[in-house]
C-alpha cells in the first residue's frame, strides 16, 4: 500500500484515498455549439499514458478535498501532489522532459 | 470430479518456429496472446490467408492469457453481447477437435450470485434475456445455489446474503496455456510466422494507410494491420495520432495452494466482488474487480486483495484456511459501456480489437472468428458490427455494466 500526499493532511494511506481520472478535463465553454464528436470527446475520451499522468484523487476519508497528482502508470509512483489551480510542480516537468 | 491434476497432458516435444521476420506480409497482428493466435488461426483455417505474422513484445500469451481466470461463459444481457459470446462458446464446444490439442475444457457451469432484491431483478431480467437468445440460464435459490455448490454459505446472518443466483451450465474452465499453444501450433503450422520479443515502436504511413510497422527487430511491411494488444491498444494508436476511449487498469488475480476438489462450478459475484473457480490441478482461482487507477504496471494494490479475501472468505467459510500461493495483475483496456471496440479505425487498413475489459478470454475463439473475417473482407463481420469505435458519438452503447460481473 502506498502513501499518498494530501496536500491539505499530509501523507495518508492509500485507503483512504478515491480515484478521480484524468484532471483538467474543463467542462465545455459553449455546451450548445458541441459536435457530436465533441461531446463523445468530452464524455467517453480520456488520455490513457504509459508513463506520468496528471489526475484527480480525492482524500475520501480524511479532509473530503480533491487534489492533482501526477503519477506513472508504469511504476504506480506519485511524482507530485498539489492543490487544484497550483502551478504543475517542476519536478514532474523536469520529469516529463527527460521521458519525452 | 476426478483426482486434480490426473489428466494433465503431456508436453509436446515440439511447438512451433521461431522464424526470422520477413521484409512484408499481406497481414501483421501485433499481440501475440489469445486473440491475436486465435485470429491468426482463423485467417488460415476460414480464408486461407496465410502471409501473417503475429508481433509478440515478449513471449507468446505471456500477457493478459497468462494471468487471466480462464471462466468462459455466454450470459450477457444484451443481444449484441449474447451473440459474439454465445458464437464464441459454441466454438470453445468444439475447439479441442478443431485444433487437435487437449484445452482441457470442463463445462462445470457458472453461477452468479444475487444479494439484494435489485440483484434479484436485474438477475431475473437477464436469465429471461438469455432464454430469447437461445442461451442456456436459469434462476435458481438459495437452496439449489447450496446443491450445485454446497460449500457456498447460504447462511441469512452474512453482510450480503445469497438471494438466489443466475445459473449457466454450459459455462466452464480451461487450460489458458494450452489454448494459447493449441492455437499456435495450427496457425505455424498454417505457415504463419509466430515472431516473439519483437515490440512494435511505431508506423509507417502513406496517407491514410499504413504501409508497415516499425519493430525493435527493425521494419516489417503490412498490407493490412490488426491491433490485438489488449492493454497497450491505446499506446499503440496513440503513435497514429488515432484517440479511444479506452483505459487500462491493473485486474488482480490470485490461486491458493492445491487442495482437493471443493468447489465444482464457478461462482461469481458481483456485489462483493470476488469469483471463484477450481483449476483443474486444484488451485482456487480468484479474480476481483480492477484496481481503481490507471496503469500499466501488472501489479496491483494489496488492499484490494484484503477485501475480495474478506468476501471470499463470508460466502465460502471452508477458505479461510487455504494459504495463497502467489498473486499478478493483467492490464486490461476499459471501455465507458464495458463492451469490446472492434473494427475500423481512421486508418483503412488498420483494424481494431481491443477493450474486452475483464473478459477477453471467454471470447478468444469467437473474436478470432470474427476478427479474421472482418480482416478478410475489410468489413466487421456481423458479430462486431455493433462494437465500433464510432458508438461513442452516435451513442448506439451496449452497457453491459451488469453482466461484465466485475466492478470495471
Known amino acids: 500500500m502506498q502513501l499518498i500526499h494530501c496536500p491539505w493532511c499530509g501523507p495518508r494511506e492509500e485507503v483512504e484515498f478515491h480515484y478521480g481520472g484524468q484532471a483538467e478535463v474543463a467542462y465545455p465553454d459553449d455546451p450548445a455549439a458541441l459536435s457530436d464528436r465533441e461531446w463523445a470527446e468530452f464524455v467517453f475520451y480520456r488520455d490513457n499514458p504509459k508513463g506520468p499522468f496528471a489526475e484527480r484523487w480525492s482524500h475520501a476519508t480524511g479532509c473530503r478535498k480533491w487534489f492533482n497528482a501526477v503519477r506513472d502508470t508504469r511504476t504506480y509512483e506519485f511524482l507530485a501532489t498539489y492543490r487544484v489551480g497550483d502551478p504543475v510542480p517542476a519536478v514532474v516537468r523536469r520529469h516529463q522532459e527527460v521521458s519525452a | ?408
Open chain 2, 1 to 408: 470430479m476426478s483426482t486434480p491434476g490426473a489428466h494433465l497432458p503431456e508436453h509436446p516435444d515440439f511447438l512451433w518456429r521461431n522464424p526470422e521476420p520477413r521484409k512484408t506480409y499481406d497481414v501483421v497482428i501485433i499481440g501475440g496472446g489469445g486473440h491475436g493466435l486465435a485470429t491468426a488461426h482463423y485467417l488460415a483455417k476460414n480464408h486461407g490467408i496465410t502471409n501473417v505474422a503475429v508481433l509478440e513484445k515478449g513471449w507468446l500469451a505471456g500477457g493478459n492469457m497468462a494471468r487471466n481466470t480462464t471462466l468462459i461463459r455466454s450470459n450477457y444481457l444484451w443481444d449484441e453481447s449474447a451473440a459474439i459470446y454465445e458464437h464464441s462458446l459454441k466454438l470453445w464446444e468444439g475447439l479441442e477437435e478443431d485444433l487437435g490439442y487437449p484445452i482441457l475444457f470442463s463445462q462445470r457451469g457458472v453461477l452468479n450470485l444475487a444479494h439484494t432484491e435489485q440483484d434479484v431483478r436485474d438477475s431475473v431480467r437477464r436469465v429471461e434475456a438469455n432464454k430469447l437468445n437461445g442461451v442456456d440460464a436459469e434462476w435458481v435459490s438459495p437452496e439449489q445455489v447450496k446443491e450445485i455448490c454446497p460449500i457456498v454459505n447460504i447462511s441469512g446472518d452474512i453482510r450480503y446474503p445469497v438471494q438466489g443466483a443466475t445459473y449457466q451450465p454450459r459455462a466452464g474452465i480451461a487450460k489458458h496455456d494450452y489454448v494459447a499453444w493449441g492455437f499456435a501450433r495450427r496457425a505455424d503450422e498454417a505457415g504463419i510466422d509466430l515472431i516473439q520479443d519483437c515490440e512494435v515502436t511505431g508506423f509507417t504511413v502513406d496517407g491514410d494507410r499504413v504501409t508497415g510497422v516499425r519493430t525493435s527487430r527493425g521494419d516489417i511491411g503490412a498490407g493490412t494491420v490488426a491491433l490485438c494488444a489488449a492493454g497497450h491498444t491505446s499506446v499503440l494508436l496513440e503513435m497514429l495520432g488515432v484517440r479511444t476511449p479506452l483505459q487500462s487498469h491493473p485486474l488482480q488475480a490470485l490461486v491458493s495452494e492445491l487442495l482437493k476438489p471443493v468447489h465444482p462450478t464457478i461462482v461469481m459475484s458481483n456485489a462483493v466482488h470476488v469469483y471463484v473457480s477450481q483449476a483443474h490441478k486444484g488451485e482456487l482461482v480468484m479474480g476481483a474487480g480492477v484496481d481503481a487507477y490507471n496503469g500499466y504496471g501488472q501489479r496491483g494494490a494489496f488492499h484490494i486483495i484484503e477485501r475480495q479475501m474478506a468476501a471470499a472468505v463470508e460466502l465460502f467459510p471452508v477458505f479461510a484456511r487455504a494459504h495463497l500461493l502467489r498473486s499478478w495483475a493483467g492490464i486490461v483496456d476499459v471501455t465507458p459501456d464495458a463492451s469490446p471496440i472492434v473494427g475500423h479505425t481512421p486508418y483503412e487498413n488498420v483494424f481494431v480489437n481491443s477493450g474486452w475489459g475483464t473478459g477477453g478470454f471467454k471470447a478468444t475463439p469467437g473474436i478470432g472468428w470474427c476478427y479474421a473475417h472482418t480482416i478478410a473482407h475489410g468489413e466487421p463481420h456481423p458479430y462486431v458490427a455493433p462494437f465500433a469505435l464510432d458508438r461513442f458519438v452516435t451513442g448506439a452503447l451496449v452497457d453491459e455494466h451488469g453482466a461484465a460481473a466485475v466492478a470495471h
